[in-house]
C-alpha cells in the first residue's frame, strides 16, 4: 500500500465540481473521483469476513474426521486449517482499518474542501442565505457523517458475501438448512427496512434543531456586551434553554428509534439462529447429518448475526449520511450573487475614475468624494458601486475606469477595488495578521496605516500590542477601537479605488478630525469614496454629491453632483 493510495488531498484545479443534484448524487460524486480506497476497503473486508465464515465449518470437519477413526493426525491438519484462516483474518483485519480510515478520510477531506470552497465563492451572499448554525454543524456534524458511511462500507461487502458463502456452504451439506438460511438472513435484514425511514425522518428533524441551536449560541456570544446593556440576558437565555430543549426531545426521539433498530438487529438474526440449531440438532438426531455437521451448523448460525449486525450498522450509517448530504447539497447549491464575467475587460493602470449614471455619482480619478445620503441608503448603494450584479434591471452599469463593472475580471477588481463599511468582520488571530491579512507588510507601512486611523494608541493600549490575540468579532474591543483598526486594514491594502461607509461614526469628534485630516493626506492622488453627512469629511472633499432616500432618477429627493 502506498502512500499514494492513501493520499486523501487532491490539487485545487484537480477537484471537480460536486454533483449536487441529491444526497446519493453526491454520495457517488465522492466515490467516483477516488474509488480505489473504497474498492480495496471492499476487498479487505471480504477476505477479513470470510475466514470467520468459514472457521465453523473446518472444526466441524476436525470432530468429523475424529468421528471417523482419522486419528490425531486428520484433527492437527483441519485445526492448521483453523489457524491459517485466524492468521488471515489477522493480517486483512489491519489492512481493512487502514484503508477504511482512508476511505473515510477521502470522503471528509473532499467534502470539508468543497464546502469551504463554495463558502469562499458565496463571500458575503452566504451570510443572507443560510443560517450561521447551518454551515458550522455541515462542516462538523454532516461532514462527520458522511465519513461514516465510507467507512463501514468495506464491513458490509465482506458480510455481504460471507452470508453469501455461508448459506452456499450449508447448502451443500443439507439442502433444507441452506435453504432455511437463504430465506431467514435475508428476512432478518429486510426487517430492519421499516425502521429506517422514521429513523431519518427523526435524523432530520435533531439536525435541524442543531442548527437552530447552534445559530442563536452564536448570537449570544456574539451580542452578549449588548445583551448586558440592555439588560437581556435572561430572555435570551430563557430562548436558548427552550431551543436546547427542543434539540435535547428531537435527540431522545432519534434515540428511541435507534434503540429499536440496534434490538432488531440482535433479536431477528438471533430467531434465526435459533430456528436453525433446533432444526439441525432434529436432523442430526435422525442421522440425517453429523455431529460435526451440527457443530458447523450451530458456528455458522451463530456467526451469520455479525453479517445482520453489521448490515444493521450501515442501514444506519447511511440514513444519518442521506441526511448528511442533502443538508450539504442543500449548501452548495446556494449562488453567489457576484459571478466571473464570460469575457473579462482589463483595467487601465494607475488611478481610476467610478461613474454612474443611474444616481449621478462621478469619483474623479485621484480625488476624494463624499457622498451625502440617509444612512439606510449606504448599504445599497456601496453595493452598486463595488459589486457586479448590483446595478439593478435596466440601469446603466458603473463605470470603473470606463470599463463596466460587470465585466471586469473579479479577482482585478478585488485586488484594485476595496469597500470597508460596519459589516467588516475582525477574525480570531493576532492583531498583525488582521491587519496585514497575511500579505507581506514592511513595519513603516503598518505604523503608517495605524496613524493615519489614529489607530496606534489602540495597539499600544493592548497586552502585547501587535501581538495580541483578539477573538473573533474583535468583541474585547469597544466600537471606536474596533472601527478605527478595520480603517487601518483597510489603507493598509492601499487599492486604487477605496470606499468607506461612515468610517468614523463611532468616535469623538477630536479623533474624527485627525482620522479625517490624515486620511485626506495618505490618500491623495487614488481615488477615495466616502459615504458620510459629517462635516469634517465634507470639508475635505474634492467633490461632493447629495442624494436623496431614493437614489433614482426623477426622484423628487435627488439632487445632482456638486462639486463643493
Known amino acids: 500500500m502506498t502512500n499514494r493510495l492513501f493520499d486523501a488531498s487532491v490539487g485545487p484545479a484537480a477537484l471537480p465540481e460536486a454533483d449536487v443534484r441529491g444526497p446519493w448524487p453526491y454520495l457517488w460524486w465522492l466515490v467516483r473521483i477516488r474509488p480505489w480506497p473504497l474498492v480495496l476497503s471492499a476487498v479487505l473486508g471480504t477476505v477479513w469476513m470470510v475466514p470467520l465464515a468459514l472457521i465453523p465449518l473446518v472444526i466441524g470437519r476436525a470432530i468429523d474426521k475424529v468421528g471417523e477413526g482419522g486419528g490425531e493426525a486428520g484433527l492437527y491438519l483441519w485445526s492448521l486449517g483453523a489457524l491459517a484462516l485466524g492468521i488471515v483474518q489477522a493480517l486483512a483485519?489491519?489492512?481493512?482499518?487502514?484503508?477504511?480510515?482512508a476511505a473515510e478520510a477521502h470522503a471528509l477531506s473532499h467534502t470539508h474542501r468543497v464546502l469551504m470552497?463554495?463558502?469562499v465563492r458565496l463571500g458575503a451572499t452566504l451570510r443572507g442565505k443560510a443560517r450561521s448554525g447551518d454551515v458550522v454543524a455541515s462542516a462538523a456534524a454532516d461532514v462527520e457523517s458522511i465519513g461514516n458511511a465510507f467507512e463501514v462500507v468495506g464491513r458490509t461487502v465482506g458480510a455481504v458475501f460471507a452470508a453469501v458463502l455461508v448459506a452456499v456452504a450449508l447448502t451443500a451439506t443439507s439442502p433444507v438448512l441452506g435453504l432455511a438460511v437463504l430465506i431467514g438472513v435475508p428476512v432478518a435484514v429486510l426487517g430492519i427496512g421499516p425502521l429506517l425511514r422514521p429513523l431519518q425522518e427523526r435524523d432530520e428533524a435533531q439536525r435541524e434543531q442543531m442548527g437552530i441551536a447552534t445559530s442563536q449560541a452564536g448570537d449570544i456570544v456574539a451580542g452578549l456586551r449588548i445583551l448586558r446593556g440592555i439588560g437581556?440576558?435572561?430572555g435570551f437565555a430563557e430562548r436558548f434553554r427552550r431551543t436546547s430543549q427542543e434539540v435535547r426531545h428531537a435527540g431522545e426521539s432519534a434515540g428511541r428509534m435507534e434503540a429499536w433498530l440496534q434490538a432488531a438487529g440482535v433479536f431477528l438474526p438471533g430467531l434465526v439462529t435459533v430456528g436453525i440449531v433446533w432444526?439441525?440438532?432434529r436432523l442430526a438426531l435422525q442421522g440425517t447429518i453429523t455431529a460435526g455437521e451440527l457443530v458447523a451448523f450451530y458456528g455458522a448460525s451463530a456467526f451469520l448475526t455479525l453479517p445482520v449486525s453489521t448490515a444493521t450498522e450501515a442501514a444506519e450509517t447511511l440514513s444519518l449520511a442521506k441526511v448528511a448530504a442533502g443538508r450539504v447539497c442543500a449548501l452548495l447549491r446556494l449562488t453567489p450573487e457576484t459571478t466571473q464575467p464570460v469575457q473579462p475587460e482589463?483595467?487601465?493602470?494607475?488611478?481610476?475614475s467610478l461613474a454612474d449614471a443611474h444616481t449621478g455619482i462621478t469619483a474623479e480619478a485621484g480625488r476624494l468624494t463624499v457622498v451625502v445620503i440617509p444612512a439606510d441608503r449606504t448599504g445599497h448603494l456601496a453595493d452598486?458601486?463595488?459589486?457586479?450584479g448590483h446595478s439593478g434591471d435596466g440601469a446603466p452599469a458603473v463605470l470603473l475606469g470606463g470599463v463596466p463593472l460587470d465585466r471586469v475580471d473579479l479577482a482585478e477588481l478585488r485586488s484594485r477595488v476595496l469597500r470597508s463599511g460596519p459589516a467588516d468582520t475582525l477574525f480570531s488571530g493576532t492583531v498583525r495578521e488582521e491587519l496585514t491579512a497575511e500579505t507581506a507588510r514592511s513595519p513603516q507601512e503598518l505604523d503608517r496605516a495605524l496613524f493615519t486611523a489614529d489607530a496606534a494608541d489602540v495597539v499600544e493600549a493592548l497586552p502585547a500590542g501587535l501581538d495580541t490575540r483578539l477573538d473573533e468579532g474583535g468583541r474585547a474591543l469597544s466600537g471606536g477601537q474596533r472601527q478605527r483598526l478595520v480603517l487601518a486594514r483597510a489603507l493598509l491594502?492601499?487599492?486604487?479605488v477605496l470606499v468607506l461607509e461612515d468610517p468614523t461614526s463611532s468616535v469623538d469628534a477630536h479623533t474624527e478630525a485627525r482620522v479625517v485630516e490624515r486620511v485626506a493626506a495618505a490618500r491623495a492622488g487614488r481615488t477615495t469614496i466616502v459615504f458620510s453627512d459629517s462635516p469634517l469629511w465634507r470639508g475635505v472633499a474634492d467633490r461632493e454629491v447629495r442624494l436623496g432616500p431614493d437614489p433614482a432618477p426623477g426622484s423628487p429627493d435627488r439632487s445632482a453632483g456638486v462639486p463643493s
Request: hydrophobic residues 45%; without cysteine; charged residues 15%.
Open 93 to 101: 483485519g489491519a489492512g481493512l482499518i487502514q484503508a477504511a480510515v
Open 279 to 281: 432444526f439441525g440438532a
Open 117 to 119: 470552497r463554495h463558502v
Open 346 to 352: 482589463p483595467l487601465p493602470p494607475g488611478p481610476l
Open 232 to 234: 437581556g440576558e435572561a
Open 384 to 388: 452598486r458601486l463595488t459589486r457586479p
Open 493 to 496: 491594502a492601499a487599492p486604487d
